[in-house]
């Protein structure tokens, strides 16, 4: 299933560490816009997600002791990043278009940690080992969410 579709790549820009503190981050990590709108088709939140331009995004914040296995410009994760980082942003609240129209989807931390790797990354060719490392590890250390305790990172 092509779930990137309409797209053969993205089409984005690295800010300046002066841009990036402009915007109030921090110079020491990269962080990039989107030039195009980008949209991906996901069953899990149950149509079609559409970033706007304009969108930013580090790409996929690998944590350094698992560097060795995956690189967070990976094309079989970064454009995946973009889809992950938009849903964490936005807590899992996001405008889904489905055949019936815009809907409000509501995704736990644990659907958004699988929409990149078993709906996305299985998309960019990332093997199986690839697409379950990627979900444990978001799994144990991802980003919390103010409503999730400790142990919900160890569920799902």
Known sequence: MNRFFDITGINSRELLPQEIVSRGYSADIAYFELLEPLRFKSDIAGGTITLSIGFL???????????????????????????HDYLYANRGEIPVWTDSGWIQAKLTRAQCDAVLAYEAMPDLMASKVQQVTVYQTLRRFGNQWPQNGFTERFTG
Request: aromatic share 12%.
């Open 57 to 83: 995004s580090d790409l996929a914040s690998i944590p350094a002791m698992a560097a060795w296995f995956m690189t967070s410009d990976s094309p079989k994760i970064a454009a995946g990043a973009w889809i």
